[in-house]
C-alpha cells in the first residue's frame, strides 16, 4: 500500500524532506518522478539528482516568475501550463512504472489557482494502490490533510532572510 506524504510549514526544509525520501527510495532501488511546480530547474538539488539512479525529473522547460508579480495574463498562461504538467505527472506515475511520485510545491500551486486541488485530490484517490505520494508546500487546505498519511509541519524559529539576507547559492537554492 502507497501512502501520502504532506511536509508544510514557513520553514525551510519541506523539499529537502521530500528529496530525502526520493534518496532513501532510489538507495532501494524504488523508481521516482519529481514533479516540481512554480520553480525552475535552476537549483542545486536537481543538478545533484540527476546523477542518482531512479530518480527521475521531469524538467521545467517554462519559467514564469514569482505569482505575484504576473499579471492576469501571464496568470492564466502560468495556470494552463501548470495544470497541464500535473496532468502529465499524473498520467506518468499511473503507468506503474513508479514507486514514488513528489508534487513539490503542488500545494502552493493549488493555493495559487495554478493547478485544480480537486484534481490533486481525485488523482490522489484514484492512484494506483502501491504509490507512494509526496506534496509539498506551505498552508494545505483540510481536504488535503485529510487524505495524508503522514504529515509534517516544519516551522520556521529562525531564518536569515528575516534580517533582510537573501537566499544562498547551494544553500537556499
Known sequence: MGYVHIYCGDGKGKTSAALGLAVRAAGRKRKILLVRFLKTD?????????????????????????????DERQKAQAAAWNQERFEKGCRKAGEGKYDVLIL??????????????????????????????????????????????????????????????????????
Open 42 to 70: 535552476d537549483s542545486g538539488e536537481v543538478a545533484a539528482l540527476r546523477y542518482i539512479p531512479g530518480i527521475e525529473v521531469m524538467p521545467c522547460d517554462k519559467v514564469f516568475g514569482f505569482v505575484s508579480r504576473m
Open 104 to 173: 513539490d510545491e503542488i500545494v502552493a500551486a493549488c493555493n495559487y489557482g495554478m493547478v485544480r486541488e480537486e484534481d490533486v485530490i481525485r488523482f490522489i484517490k484514484e492512484r494506483p494502490e502501491k504509490l507512494e505520494v509526496v506534496l509539498t508546500g506551505r498552508d494545505p487546505s483540510g481536504a488535503l490533510l485529510a487524505l495524508a498519511d503522514y504529515v509534517s509541519d516544519i516551522r520556521m524559529e529562525r531564518h536569515p532572510f528575516t534580517k533582510g539576507i537573501a537566499a544562498r547559492e547551494g544553500i537556499e537554492w
